[in-house]
């Protein structure tokens, strides 16, 4: 059983389109996270919700809409790509942060070329 | 700002043998994790190993061990052992708590191993 999901694994589309990438885990955890990992492996988060509500917004560009339906899904739209958005999107999931750190869980990633 | 630095883009290492892996933080908040996360070639992103800062004791999993100094904000990791499916890049990263408002992972550059037969 896959813990934390992501579709698609590739994704090659041209500048100016738009797309999703979808999210969903089956750990019964509160809160996902986007994380963006460019050419140089650099790996930086982009948003973050719990229970549906976002709580952490990195200064991403506002073609980028996360949307979470339910708790078990985080979905990643982007409008108008370009080519510096191509990269490896991953997604993940733990528990609701709070006092205590708890620790995340990474979706296999969704590597995306823009041409 | 929390900021971690992994000072060694790239490493290589014999089979069998030990090597480590440093990494320096830096932070100001009391209550924060560690890791040590392995990305393997397929790029998955694995969970190698955690620390909580509050514990003295450095953690251990098998042939992987983590020292922690947190006086010096220095957190290395050391697998023994080496074994060809140890390559990989190596990310050390840091989480903090702001009382539940947010739980990010801020990640070093990462280490690239290279495990040789």
């Known amino acids: 059983d896959t813990a934390v999901s992501q579709t698609p694994k590739y994704l090659v589309t041209q500048m100016g389109n738009d797309k999703s990438i979808k999210c969903e885990q089956n750990?019964?955890?509160?809160?996902m996270y986007w994380y963006k990992q460019d050419s140089k492996k650099f790996l930086k988060i982009m948003f973050s919700?719990?229970?549906?509500?976002?709580?952490i917004n990195e200064t991403v560009p506002n073609r980028f809409s996360p949307k979470s339906p339910d708790k078990a899904h985080l979905n990643l739209h982007i409008n108008s790509l370009e080519l510096g958005d191509s990269a490896v999107y991953f997604c993940?999931?733990?528990?609701?942060?709070?006092?205590?750190?708890?620790?995340?869980?990474f979706g296999p990633g969704t590597r995306l070329t823009v041409t | 700002a929390q900021t971690v630095t992994q000072s060694q883009p790239e490493m290589s290492v014999q089979e069998a043998e030990t090597v480590t892996l440093s990494c320096t933080y830096d932070?100001?908040?009391?209550?924060?994790?560690l890791f040590w996360y392995k990305q393997p070639p397929s790029r998955q992103m694995i969970l190698v190993i955690r620390?909580?800062?509050?514990?003295?004791q450095n953690a251990t999993e098998n042939r992987f061990s983590v020292n922690f100094q947190k006086a010096a904000k220095s957190f290395s990791l050391k697998i023994s052992d080496s074994q060809l499916g140890d390559t990989a890049m190596y990310f050390c990263?840091?989480?903090?708590?702001?009382?539940?408002?947010?739980?990010?992972?801020?990640f070093g550059t990462g280490t690239l191993l290279a495990v040789q037969p």
């Open positions: 620390q909580e800062a509050y514990k003295q």
């Open positions: 993940a999931s733990s528990r609701s942060p709070g006092h205590h750190i708890y620790e995340q869980y």
């Open positions: 919700y719990n229970n549906k509500e976002l709580i």
């Open positions: 932070t100001s908040e009391n209550n924060y994790y």
């Open positions: 990263a840091f989480i903090y708590s702001e009382g539940g408002a947010t739980n990010k992972l801020i």
């Open positions: 750990l019964g955890h509160d809160t």
